[in-house]
């Protein structure tokens, strides 16, 4: 779902891969007044994402009660893909899943271990075995709807500081962005074929 700060009017649109697990913290210290802390209740370990889940764009409407200032941070698809890749395949967490239904990923002749161009090449198949990959991949619209005019502001992930100065001065609060989820490895966008970028 998106994150609500009903008493200040304020809905953030999270879409995976967009700094959304360190928006997310933000938004929680932002209307806490205190950074959240993984914990455990039963042996089920319980992260930020367990309670402002990434849903599609219309379930995440529905309950923005009129909050008028309604935002999102995107990325390019490519950089976005990139990212999933360096989450599940660069990443040694990542790989273990990877690893884990490497006979499934054979079946289907895909490879378990696949670089950036196989990775985008069978990235249907990777979807269709791995829940992860299809949620982090789904395209923006499944996340924001397709009416970009529905939102107030639109960041990309370079105007972050304008993103935090417009929070301080809608909440009167000093917001505290961290960044979370960096990658193990991060790596530039490598040369990619026409056929690559196009699909």
Known sequence: ?????????????????????????????????????????????????????????????????????????????????????????????????????????KARNAPVTPNWEEFVDHLETYRGLLPGIEHHSQPLSYFLGTDPDYFT?????????DMVQDLDKISGKKVNLQHYNVSEAPIEIPVTSEETKKK
């Open 153 to 161: 502001k639109i960041y990309n992930l370079k105007q972050l500081p």
């Open 1 to 105: 779902m998106a994150a609500h700060m009903y008493s200040h009017g304020v809905s953030y649109f999270s879409v995976p891969k967009c700094a959304c697990t360190s928006l997310k913290m933000m938004f929680f210290e932002l209307e806490n007044g205190f950074a959240f802390r993984e914990f455990s209740i039963n042996g089920n370990w319980l992260h930020i994402h367990k309670f402002y889940i990434s849903k599609q764009f219309e379930e995440s409407r529905k309950v923005t009660r009129g909050n008028t200032f309604k935002f999102t941070v995107i990325r390019s698809p490519q950089a976005r893909i990139l990212s999933c890749f360096q989450h599940w395949v660069a990443s040694e967490n990542g790989r273990k899943s990877f690893l884990h239904i490497g006979d499934k990923i």
